[in-house]
């Protein structure tokens, strides 16, 4: 089943408004495949390339020969396969007219960046592919569903529930023994699995390098760099600490996060959320599937979170129209004000707080705090507010 994925389609367009060159950035099977050979297909003219593909390899052996007559769109799937390819797409962006547009899939942020900064500076646009979201599977009616399983397409659209949690099963499985390598990663599988189930572990907790060093038994570098690695390749989010002078001792760690709930709950061994039900990691897997559905939603690029060592904290902190919002992420059927949330409002000068709950129900908890339905979240981006100025 192919789900049309109108807002990022749209994202891409807005971007090739501007840039001859557009990088569809997201984790390995999270649809940027399918969704750029839907945009191919609406196109007069089109060429597609699979980096992974040793045919189409062989084509590229002489980028510039191949790639300088052709026309309309040329999509590039795996780029960062093949980042001797990035200096050779500098003239042909160049190019009075723009013959053609380019669009470079891959899913591995960190070898992309690194092309894109030294060869295409200037030259490219970005859009960041996540799984399906809320906006995607219905507002408000499939978020339960889309928690349990994730927004990985194959894992949501799957036809029942165990078919889900073997693919999620298998997705771990490749990730680790054939998707890291090829993408230049030489880190022993086995070691890499292990740090990453225990970062499931401590989903929605803060990163401390010590501690994950002294699990693995290596060096605190290490272990910021098996961190790195998992960012890099979009599973993992370290959501950075927000702090300014307030004469206060303010955290200065990220929290860490599994981006996908379905992993999250794969490597907790977690199959359903009758399962999820009774476990102590609900509240931080509903944390994390939230804060994902707010970026999301509001195209975010740069979120924090933030806390003082006295009490104060903030699930998320996001700026939009050089206004602070923030947002708290609580499992409970009736949020209420708390002490953290009016030090976080007074502290950090915030426009508006939304407590994010699992309800249906939208209502004041204060002038400027907000409980939010979970399936509301969408629409967000249509409140005025929010609306880019």
Known sequence: MIVPRPAFTRRIEESFRVHSAVALLGPRQCGKTTLARQIAAKEPESHVFDLEREADVRRLANPELTLSPLTGLVVMDEIQRRPELFPALRPLLDRPGAPARFLLLGSASFRLARGASESLAGRLGFCDLTGFG???TGEGADWRTLWERGGFPRSFLQPDLPSSVRWRDDFVRTFFERDLSALGIRVPPEALRRFFRMIAHYHGQVWNAREFARAIGRGEAAARHHLDLLVGAFIVRALPSWFENLKKRQVRAPKIYIRDSGLLHTLLDIPSLH?????????????GFAIEQILAALSVREAYVWGTHGGGELDLLVFR??????????????????R??????????????????????????????????????????????????
Request: charged share 25%.
């Open 134 to 136: 809320l906006d995607e």
């Open 275 to 287: 399962t999820l039900s009774g476990h102590p990691k609900i509240g931080a897997s509903f944390e």
């Open 321 to 338: 129209n050089a206004r602070r919002y923030g947002f708290e992420i609580k499992y409970t059927d009736a949020p209420r004000t708390t």
């Open 340 to 389: 953290s949330m009016r030090i976080a409002m007074s502290d950090l000068g915030l426009a508006r707080l939304f407590v994010v709950y699992p309800g249906e129900d939208r209502y004041l908890l204060d002038d400027s705090i907000e409980a939010l339905p979970i399936g509301s979240i969408p629409a967000l981006a249509r409140r005025p507010e929010f609306v880019v100025a």
